[in-house]
């Protein structure tokens, strides 16, 4: 009899995402989750890396308390990996699209890439 993996509740994980809730969302990561993010100020050569909950724990809170709106669309949802995309818009009506993919373990995050574009 094989053990079933916990599954990766998408829809929460995009209801906290797009509330912004800063504690349900951190709870979708691993311990030793990694979020890497390519963006202008951090190119292919020299990636952003948070590395586990706590470091990403605090990113998850300076948004939280921002005056960003996000939404996510387009997802395209599996056991292992999910991809959506992210439409921020910024307090001063500039915007940042971006690609994610998240790569699940025993129903948690365990890497999250971003691929960012800004106005």
């Avoid at 995009?14 to 963006?39: H, L, N, P, S």
Wanted: glycine letters at 4%; charged letters at 35%.
């Amino acid at each position: 009899m094989s053990e079933q993996k916990p599954e990766f509740e998408f829809s929460a994980f995009k209801d906290a995402f797009e509330r912004k809730d800063a504690y349900r969302w951190v709870q979708f990561y691993a311990d030793d989750a990694e979020w890497i993010e390519y963006k202008p100020s951090a190119p292919p050569r020299d990636p952003l890396r948070m590395v586990g909950r706590k470091r990403i724990a605090e990113f998850i809170a300076s948004l939280e308390r921002s005056d960003i709106k996000i939404s996510l669309s387009n997802e395209v949802l599996g056991r292992e990996r999910a991809a959506f995309s992210v439409d921020v818009t910024l307090p001063d009506g500039k915007g940042v699209y971006e690609h994610t993919i998240i790569y699940i373990e025993d129903g948690k995050i365990a890497r999250q890439v971003d691929v960012e574009a800004w106005d």
